[in-house]
């Protein structure tokens, strides 16, 4: 049984959608959710969903009962109570005895400089401590994370933050999901180490003139520092640990902290990445 947590987040529910499309059978798949019926349609395709909480640590170890295979998709929110969610869940795969467990951990988590890095080293750390068999899948940053408010900055006419000239390696999403099913669905992980990066790098610059190219509208980028782009963003009713997550990622960007590219991701698709230009257009596309 390949298990998946979080299965109705955006990356658990691409990373099923891949693993049907690899022919893995839906029976041989689980869906841990928060909410049964937001994978109804899970469900009606024959994958067993399953409910469990990383808030309420007793529902895990019944939800990962049976499983060969666990992909482990981290939490959002909170640092500290990600920790304690994730530290929950790895106690759990321990109980249930897990045969692998694959995390989706962060790009060079061991020296990364962003905040967000300190979540997955402490993941990492209890993974190993746990003595389950780990693959670590280090994602870099999703392409998404930038186009997904692409259209409102169009007709805005310019995309706010804080990076500068920095240079982004992100892949898509649909990209370090469909590595995620081809690893769990490969031999001999336990151990391993994905470093996984698109194979270009670009800038928020690049960003706007690419949406302009794509719109026919004019679209600059305008950076405002980390403590502008504090502001902005908390002006816009986000709160404040995702203000803070966002303004630490601009301003280690605009230092190089995402800058890197690996080949770990194209040679485990077989394929390219999925190029800025391809995700611009499905984000200005509706």
């Known amino acids: 049984m390949i298990t998946v947590t979080g299965a109705t987040g955006q990356f658990g529910r691409l990373a099923i959608e891949h693993l049907l499309a690899r022919d893995i059978p ?39 009962r049976g499983t060969d295979t666990l992909l482990f998709v981290s939490s959002t929110g909170p640092d500290d109570r990600r920790i304690e969610q994730h530290r929950a869940v790895v106690t759990a ?25 300190r979540v997955h080293r402490d993941t990492e750390g209890a993974l190993a401590e746990s003595g389950l068999p780990t693959v670590l899948l280090r ?11 692409l259209a409102d900055s169009v007709e805005r006419g310019e995309i706010v933050g804080a990076a500068g000239d920095g240079r982004i390696a992100s892949a898509s999403r649909s990209d370090l999901a469909e590595a995620a099913a081809i690893v769990v669905t490969s031999e001999n992980q336990a151990g391993r180490i994905h470093e996984l990066t698109g ?23 305008r950076d405002l520092g980390g403590d502008g782009y504090a502001e ?48 611009v257009r499905t984000a200005l596309a509706g």
């Open 232 to 279: 902005a963003l908390t002006e816009a009713g986000l709160p404040d640990f995702v203000v803070s997550l966002l303004v630490d990622s601009d301003v280690k960007v605009s230092k190089g902290a995402l800058a890197a590219v690996t080949g770990d991701l194209p040679a485990l698709l077989g394929r390219s990445t999925t190029p800025l230009a391809e995700t």
């Open 93 to 117: 795969a321990r109980e249930a005895r897990v045969g692998l467990v694959a995390y989706t951990s962060l790009v060079g988590a061991d020296f990364n400089t962003l905040d967000l890095a």
């Open 26 to 64: 839906a029976a041989g798949i689980a869906a841990v959710v928060r909410d049964p019926q937001r994978a109804a349609d899970l469900a009606d395709r024959g994958v067993e969903v399953r409910q469990a909480d990383y808030d309420r640590p007793e529902t895990l170890p019944a939800a990962l």
């Open 199 to 221: 194979d270009a790098t670009w800038t928020l610059p690049d960003l706007a003139a690419e949406a302009a190219r794509v719109s026919g509208r004019e679209v600059a980028y």
């Open 139 to 149: 994602n870099g940053w999703y392409t998404e994370n930038y186009t997904a408010g």
